[in-house]
């Protein structure tokens, strides 16, 4: 997993799309900015807008300007970067057309070719068919899908099937930006490079897990695409059941691309279904009505611009997974994500058990168990939350629940977080698959989704409301008080 500059080609389909101004190319410029990006690298801007490369450049450094909000452009990175930027207007529907990408991306001359589908799925056999007509699907050519994957397991396999025919699997990123972070990939080390949770991650000592993805936002004008989507397979079918894999996963033999996929798809087989006879138990789905998010007054789903009223999307969704094997055994999973909550926040909580015997019962009548906190956004970083003592002379010994805090802003302030999407991009130009999702992987995803959207569709339940700026329907705190348990910003 080398970070040394490769040589290549990005030709980045949908450049001028939401995606590419916003993320792609901001992340394309801080790898030229951190000497990443081969002085013989060249960015290749693929869209319909009939403008030119200078113009093309102007949008680039606009979008920077707009988009990179922590910093200011550097005024020697941009000249070399603008330098690598070139700009294609390409019908995507028209084959001969791909003919304007082949005057630019010569494979001959040393350069990887590199594909970055930022487009809807719909399009990718089309563009697979034109790459082909040019002589960019054959190795060592790549290509890198965004989600969404299909809309259930048909569509997926569809997709997969229409890239397979032009890219060996070898050949093909598919992309999850959570996988990116850097604290997902800090999973990785915490598990396996220490001992102190490496041997206590079991159902011996662990009581429960939560995921938690919170969203502040709505559904940001984009009503209809949300509305075909729905939380379950916006964000659980690919960025969820992601990392329960790296949290649940057996110790793989050797940190690469086929032990590390195989350990995830270990994982994602052992879920167990949900089906009509555990679905009412294992899940809850609920919509937002008008509230307040952040002291602003805000639209229910069905009141925003754009909405049918009939809808019965949801915008939350709370379940309880099982992982059938031996190191889970009895232990749940419960996996939360929605819109409009009352705060941006996506991490992961390990409550441990309860320690058996209490002998500071004179203090606490039930001692707290210790937590393990994984953020990873806003602040990324790790909480353990344990028992101290309060300094001070008396008889009875006082305790109180204290946090270690591990913020990476903080611990590493000399050190800048890349975004996730500078991570993948620079894996993909590097060759290394080891964080992107293998064909298998989505399709057992998918398969799990599937059926508890056909079980949901049996039970014929509307969604639960929720009032925006909560935490979700009342159901979602039922669902662990059946339990015994609560969530964590209940606790």
Known sequence: MTTSAACCDLI?????????????????????????????ARVVGVARDDIDTSAYREQVLASLNKFMTKEAVDDEVWSRFAEKLHYCNVDLKDIAAYQTIADIVKPAEGRTPISYLATPPQLFSTICDGLSSIGLTKQPARVVLEKPLGEDLPSSCAINKQVAEYFDESQVYRIDHYLGKETVLNLLALRFANSIFSDQWNHNTIDHIQITAAEQVGVEGRWSYYDDAGQLRDMVQNHLLQVLSLIAMEPPTRLDTENIREEKLKVLRSLRPVTADNVQDDTVRGQYTAGFVADSKVPGYLEEEGARKESSTETFVALKAHIDNWRWSGVPFY???????PEKRTEVVITFKRQPHNIFHESLSQLPP????????PDEGVEIQMMNKVPGLGKQMQLKPTT???SFYETFENKRIADAYERLLLEAIQGNQYLFVSREEVEHAWRWI???????????????SYQAGTWGPVAS??????????WDDDA
Request: hydrophobic fraction near 45%.
């Open 335 to 341: 996996l939360r994500t929605g819109k409009r909550m």
């Open 477 to 486: 705190v039922t669902l662990l008080a059946q339990d015994g348990r609560e």
């Open 404 to 406: 270690l805090d591990l």
């Open 12 to 40: 980045l389909f949908g450049t001028l799309g939401d995606l590419a101004r916003r993320k792609l190319l901001p992340a394309l410029y801080q790898l030229e900015k951190s000497g990443l990006l081969h002085a013989n």
């Open 370 to 377: 210790n937590r393990l906190i994984i953020r990873l956004q």
């Open 450 to 464: 599937d059926g508890i959207r056909a079980a949901w569709s049996h039970l014929g339940e509307l969604p639960k």
